[in-house]
């Protein structure tokens, strides 16, 4: 099936723990991105990938950082979490920029 | 500044009563217009792309249109599965969402 996979779905966290939250794609696609969900402010984008070892920033990146090694993995790191990081995180994929992009599950963060 | 806006924010229909829901924008270089359905704890699930003023797509219930500054998405005697969030999104060389509406069908 083809799909995009994160993990965890859920984390719980104390301030300044690093952590990882991981991305997954089946679909051979070029492009990957990161999102966070907050109320009233929508999807906004964290950073994205364009190919392997090709990122960059997207409208609210302080306090991120992602790699691209490999064409399907695209982990989020966040070396020191803070509250203000609580949030729901989405990692999307598509063929290309310009086309259609296919969500994962959403990772819900929570730093304390 | 690019900017997607949707309204209403939340709307509540009775099943069977059919609505719209709107999305203006306002962008330089829109490559597509892109409508998305979302479940309380889920990603979004693609629903469809427009790319030029005067298209119009349908899955079931749903039938969305787009004019140069506005998209709509008409819902045609919506169930209570209908229920969810959508969002649109506009295309440029990113794309913008905006907040969603979040309907609510009930029987």
């Known amino acids: 099936e083809a799909q995009v996979t994160q993990n965890p779905r859920y984390l719980i966290t104390v301030t300044g723990k690093k952590l990882t939250v991981t991305c997954s794609q089946n679909?051979?696609?070029?492009?990957m991105s990161w999102y966070r969900q907050d109320p009233g402010l929508g999807l906004r984008q964290i950073y994205y990938?364009?190919?392997?070892?090709?990122?960059d920033k997207g409208d609210v990146p302080e306090g991120y950082k992602v790699s691209r090694k490999e064409k399907r993995n695209f982990p989020l790191i966040l070396e020191s979490p803070s509250p203000n990081q609580t949030s729901l995180y989405f990692c999307?994929?598509?063929?290309?920029?310009?086309?259609?992009?296919?969500f994962g599950p959403g990772t819900r963060l929570t730093v304390l | 500044e690019d900017q997607v806006t949707q309204s209403p924010e939340a709307l509540r229909l009775q099943e069977g009563e059919s609505s719209s829901l709107n999305c203006s924008y306002t962008?330089?270089?829109?490559?597509?217009l892109f409508w998305y359905r979302q479940d309380p704890g889920k990603g979004p699930e693609f629903l469809f792309t427009?790319?030029?003023a005067g298209e119009e797509k349908e899955k079931e219930r749903l039938k969305a249109t787009l004019t140069k500054k506005e998209s709509f998405l008409h819902i045609t005697a919506p169930k209570p599965e209908d229920s969810a969030t959508y969002l649109c999104?506009?295309?440029?060389?990113?794309?913008?969402f905006g907040t969603g509406t979040r309907l609510q069908v009930f029987p």
């Open positions: 999104a506009a295309h440029t060389d990113k794309l913008i």
């Open positions: 962008v330089s270089g829109l490559r597509g």
């Open positions: 999307a994929s598509s063929p290309l920029a310009t086309d259609t992009q296919y």
């Open positions: 679909m051979n696609h070029e492009y």
């Open positions: 990938s364009m190919n392997v070892e090709v990122t």
């Open positions: 427009l790319y030029s």
